[in-house]
């Protein structure tokens, strides 16, 4: 599967990625948004043994895209906004970034929750950016990907073709396959 870093690379931008953080901008009530780094390093994620972080002396955000598919990114994103608006709140503290900390507890929180709702409006974000049939089981298309991907899936050819049948003919389509 391509992950986001290499996507970027070929595509110069991310389709999704502004409207993103227009909308994690809006659920956090920010005014403005921190300086965003998106790094493709495997190395410093091992380093750092985090895929993000944020910077309250330099209101900065690095984020390693290195093998992460989209929404992994994003939530890292998410997570590191919140952290930005907990400093501009003047709840920041230097230990803020422990594990089980109130601070790591909301920013997870939080940005489990911004996923969601932009997750809801916006499905398309967890295509696979090889194949973007590739979790639509309502085509032909889809369930053959799937199939051939995951063979040992629990879910077997005869299922998922019904499934595709199902859908095609609520469409008024006919399975070709």
Same mark, same amino acid.
């Given at each position: 599967?391509?992950? @986001?870093?290499?996507? !970027? ?10 409207? @993103?953080? %227009? ?8 005014? =403005?948004?921190?300086? $965003?780094?998106?790094?493709? %390093?495997? !190395? ?5 043994? =985090? ?9 900065? $955000? ?10 992994? *990114?994003?939530?890292?994103? /998410?997570?590191?906004? *919140? ?11 230097? %230990? ?14 939080? /940005?489990? *929750? !911004? ?19 590739? @979790? %639509? ?17 629990? $879910?077997?050819?005869?299922? /998922? ?12 389509? =006919?399975?070709?396959?």
């Amino acid at each position: 599967m391509k992950r @986001f870093s290499s996507f !970027i690379k070929e595509n110069k931008t991310d389709k999704h990625l502004n409207s @993103f953080l %227009d909308h994690a901008k809006q659920e956090l009530g920010l005014d =403005s948004l921190p300086k $965003i780094n998106l790094v493709d %390093d495997k !190395i410093m994620a091992m380093q750092n043994r =985090s895929f993000g972080g944020y910077s309250p002396g330099l209101k900065e $955000i690095n984020v390693n895209t290195a093998g992460r598919h989209r929404v992994d *990114v994003y939530r890292t994103l /998410a997570h590191e906004l *919140v952290h930005y608006k907990q400093d501009l709140d003047g709840r920041l503290t230097h %230990d803020a970034g422990e594990t089980g900390s109130p601070f790591e507890n909301e920013a997870n929180t939080l /940005a489990g *929750v !911004i996923m969601r709702n932009y997750g809801r409006a916006n499905p398309s974000i967890y295509e696979d950016y090889e194949n973007p049939y590739r @979790f %639509d089981w309502g085509t032909p298309e889809g369930t053959k990907y799937m199939m051939k991907l995951h063979p040992w899936n629990v $879910i077997s050819r005869k299922t /998922a073709k019904e499934i595709t049948k199902k859908k095609l003919n609520e469409l008024g389509m =006919s399975a070709n396959y």
